[in-house]
């Protein structure tokens, strides 16, 4: 068991470039979610995928989308990176809300 | 929305020295939950709290789920080096039917030897 995977682990960007973030979970979790971490700031939520086929807004959601491809995957995409969004990102799976089980981050640097 | 107020913000201590970290909210939650991230690492569940009033026991650590259902503290006994890294409370109100945790921002632990 992987747990939840996330790739890739490090990723460094140019101002108005695009890319996207994924993750994988091998735990048949329904529930997926995407979060950025930030000094000072905790764990800010982007996106969530309650379950398979819906995804809805977190706290921080501007300059995201997302998209549950299946049960096992989520993933998240900048269409246009700005400074702003440099961060660590992390995903995250659960079967119910008040367990989460986290992904080791990507680090992004949008220069 | 919601927030959580944890307390403090980073601590400084030594070897073999008990520590206390805890967050405050005006809202209620159903259960608080306590992460540990390690550095260059995801978060990490280390205790989940069900009911008002529960003190649940993981090793050195302890944590208790306040009455009022508003507040909740870690305590982590004779600290060791690895005890180092941010220790993070998280909050959940809605009874399984809301998919998010709130988190509260965050206690950063180093431990000197």
């Known amino acids: 068991n992987a747990g939840v995977t996330q790739t890739p682990k490090f990723q460094v960007l140019k101002t108005g470039q695009s890319m996207t973030l994924q993750c994988a979970q091998d735990?048949?979790?329904?529930?997926m979610y995407w979060y950025r971490q930030d000094p000072g700031m905790g764990l800010r939520l982007i996106y969530y995928s309650a379950s398979e086929g819906t995804t809805d807004k977190g706290e921080v959601p501007n300059g995201y989308n997302v998209s549950r491809l299946n049960k096992r995957e989520f993933s998240l995409r900048l269409e246009s990176a700005a400074p702003s969004q440099t961060s660590v990102y992390f995903c995250?799976?659960?079967?119910?809300?008040?367990?989460?089980?986290f992904g080791p981050g990507t680090r992004l640097t949008v220069l | 929305g919601q927030q959580l107020n944890q307390s403090p913000q980073s601590m400084f201590i030594q070897e073999g020295e008990d520590v206390s970290m805890n967050c405050t909210s005006s809202?209620?939650?159903?259960?608080w939950l306590w992460y540990k991230q390690d550095p260059g690492e995801g978060p990490v569940l280390l205790i989940a709290?069900?009911?008002?009033?529960e003190l649940t026991s993981n090793g050195r650590l302890t944590a208790q789920f306040g009455i009022t259902r508003k507040d909740s503290f870690l305590n982590i006994s004779a600290s060791i080096p690895s005890d180092v890294g941010i220790y993070f409370c998280?909050?959940?109100?809605?009874?399984?039917?809301?998919?998010?945790?709130?988190f509260g921002k965050g206690t950063l632990l180093t431990v000197n030897p």
């Open positions: 709290l069900y009911k008002a009033g």
């Open positions: 809202s209620i939650f159903n259960t």
């Open positions: 735990m048949n979790h329904n529930s």
């Open positions: 995250a799976s659960s079967k119910v809300a008040d367990t989460q089980y």
């Open positions: 998280a909050g959940e109100n809605s009874g399984g039917s809301n998919y998010k945790l709130t």
